[in-house]
């Protein structure tokens, strides 16, 4: 079982910045694929960037590439995402996620592991 709790979001302005935290416990996710989605208000939950465990790589949706950033901080058994540039659209719940396997996953469908979601709004 891998627990996951997300903090870091908040209120900010157009072309802000943010980091999201998400703090994984119960087992390390050095062998886990990460994920972080988000849900707008009305809209269905959607892919915003993965990493793939073992150095295999990122990947990122169109709408947050050059602005996101996904990254690990194995000592603190901790995924990040870095959020610059912030658009009134990327207003959502951001939620993290953690899959066993070695591939990027993009479908969160594939995920087992989730966590509760941070609110992120940015203000135009």
């Known amino acids: 079982q891998v627990q996951l709790v997300e903090s870091g979001g908040g209120l900010v302005q157009d072309g802000g910045s943010l980091r999201l935290s998400c703090a994984a416990s119960?087992?390390?996710?050095?062998?886990?694929?990460m994920g972080w989605f988000r849900q707008a208000p009305g809209k269905e939950r959607e892919f915003v960037a993965a990493?793939?465990?073992?150095?295999?790589?990122?990947y990122y949706a169109d709408s947050v590439k050059g602005r996101f950033t996904i990254s690990r901080d194995a000592t603190k058994n901790t995924v990040l995402l870095q959020m610059n540039s912030l658009k009134p659209e990327d207003t959502a719940v951001y939620y993290c996620?953690?899959?066993?396997?070695?591939?990027?996953?993009?479908?969160?469908?594939?995920?087992?592991?989730w966590g509760q979601g941070t609110r992120v709004t940015v203000s135009s």
């Open positions: 990493n793939a465990w073992g150095g295999r790589g990122t």
């Open positions: 996620a953690a899959e066993s396997g070695q591939k990027i996953i993009t479908s969160g469908y594939e995920y087992e592991y």
């Open positions: 119960g087992r390390t996710i050095s062998t886990y694929t």
